[in-house]
């Protein structure tokens, strides 16, 4: 690809979605947009380019954009935080929450893994003190990763990584070669396209809220536009999740590590 | 350093399989059927078996249901890897003390996660 039609993708993906399409992420351009050639026609990544130089196409823009946000992702990944969100985090809020509902938000779910992980979650935890019951909402840029995530469909590689067997057999049942996650299951997770770089206060209030390993792939001005627009969507005493090896500047309002961070409302008072 | 018994009568797969397990730094040692793996553990408990299912003179599940009876049987992490995919087949391995189950084709990183998932690393 030459520096042109790098600089050209860069531009697009930083308006379009405040990715920063420089590094390792510039090499996985080339990848991912051939998918995109071949989808539309376009006989190579170069004319696809020259197309959307062309700035005729608003819905090639948006594909294109989609194709660089697309994000990996696996069942249960990093087991430890999951542990503490079923040790500690819900049942606590559950205690906070008597009777209501502890609204969870994947933000940034790709293919559904992290959701509907969330969902089995609270599945295996049965009932919660005061009869407190946990919903998720999904939510990711790119429509062909919720597509596949409502589907709940996957393939043997993808259920073999981060579910244990016996939680694959509890929640699945098999559909020819593929995997299909239980219809109660899929039912209870609610999906949505949100671009996080617009206003996300309109969303919530949350309890958690979970943007894993999407703020690393920004710029540094869009991260914290987005984490900025996280908190407005954020239960004062709500907790935030963003990947644990992710180095995030976290507005000064919250506490915690290993991306494990919880809103401080007493901080909030006494900031103002 | 710790050990994984590798049970498959395929030698491409019981090569390919010791490299990921040495690469999860395991010290493979192989069995190309179920009663050369038990005279393997009577010798010297392995702290990781991947086995086969469908393999000649004894096969994967009863393998381990033997297993799970000898002294210290019980002990060993054991991972299924077969090409066996059914729900009832999957359940049938664990009734026989599998503790977790890889479905083939398989790669390093469903083995790492499988190998993590059951605790071993």
Known sequence: MTREDLDLLADIARERAGLNLTGAAASFAESRLATVARREGAPSVAALVDRLRAGREPALIAQVVEALADGDTAFFRDRALFERLRTEVIPALAERRPGGSIRIWSAGCSTGQEAYSLAMLAAEMGPLAGRATVSVVASDLNERALQKAKSGLYSHFEVQRGLPIRTLLAHFEKADDHWRISPALRQSVRWGRVNLMDDLSRFGPFDIILCRNVLGALHAAAAQQVLGGLESALCPDGWLVTGAAETVTAPAAFTGQDGLLQRNAAYERDAA | ?121
């Not at chain 2, 690469?23 to 190309?32: G, R, V």
């Not at chain 2, 392995?46 to 297993?67: H, K, Q, S, Y």
């Open chain 2, 1 to 121: 350093m710790r050990t994984c018994l590798v049970v498959d009568d395929s030698r491409v797969v019981r090569k390919v399989a010791s490299r990921i397990v040495e690469a999860l730094n395991f010290e493979p040692i192989e069995a190309a059927d179920g009663l050369e793996a038990l005279s393997v553990c009577r010798a010297a408990m392995p702290d990781a078996v991947l086995v086969d299912w469908t393999m000649p003179v004894m096969d994967g599940v009863e393998f381990v249901r033997l297993l799970r009876l000898e002294p210290g049987g019980t002990a060993p992490v054991v991972v299924f890897c077969t090409a066996e995919t059914e729900p009832e087949r999957i359940a049938q391995a664990l009734d026989a003390g599998a503790d977790e189950y890889i479905m083939k084709p398989f790669d390093g990183d469903i083995i790492a996660s499988k190998f993590s998932e059951a605790g071993l690393i």
